[in-house]
Nanobody, 117 residues
Framework: QVQLAESGGGFVQAGGSLSLSCAASGNVFSIDYMAWFRQTPGRPRELVATISHSDKIVYADSVKGRFTISRDNANTLRLQMSSLRPEDTAVYYC????????????WGQGTQVTVSP
């Protein structure tokens, strides 16, 4: 079992910056990939960025060049968001994919990011 707790987020004007953090606890040595997802009402959860235990990183096209994902160690995931747009408004979730598992199976509670025009 892995527990995740997000922090950060909030309200910002377009063009501004915000930083999100995700603290993992429990069986952290089982973690392979960590990722940020986001979701808006009525839409499926979408991948924002992912990072593997070997620091392989993938970004969604919509955030490339604006967002930076990083992983301090097995326990802490961060997302630095710059040049924010109103369309970035969503609930952001931290997710974990353990070794030998094909999908993300642990989730944080989510944190709201709101970008005003």
């Amino acid at each position: 079992q892995v527990q995740l707790a997000e922090s950060g987020g909030g309200f910002v004007q377009a063009g501004g910056s915000l930083s999100l953090s995700c603290a993992a606890s429990g069986n952290v040595f089982s973690i392979d990939y960590m990722a940020w997802f986001r979701q808006t009402p009525g839409r499926p959860r979408e991948l924002v960025a992912t990072i593997s235990h070997s620091d392989k990183i993938v970004y969604a096209d919509s955030v490339k060049g604006r967002f930076t994902i990083s992983r301090d160690n097995a326990n802490t995931l961060r997302l630095q968001m710059s040049s924010l747009r109103p369309e970035d408004t969503a609930v952001y979730y931290c997710g974990v994919r353990p070794y030998s598992v094909s999908d993300y199976m642990y989730w944080g509670q989510g944190t709201q990011v709101t970008v005003s025009p």
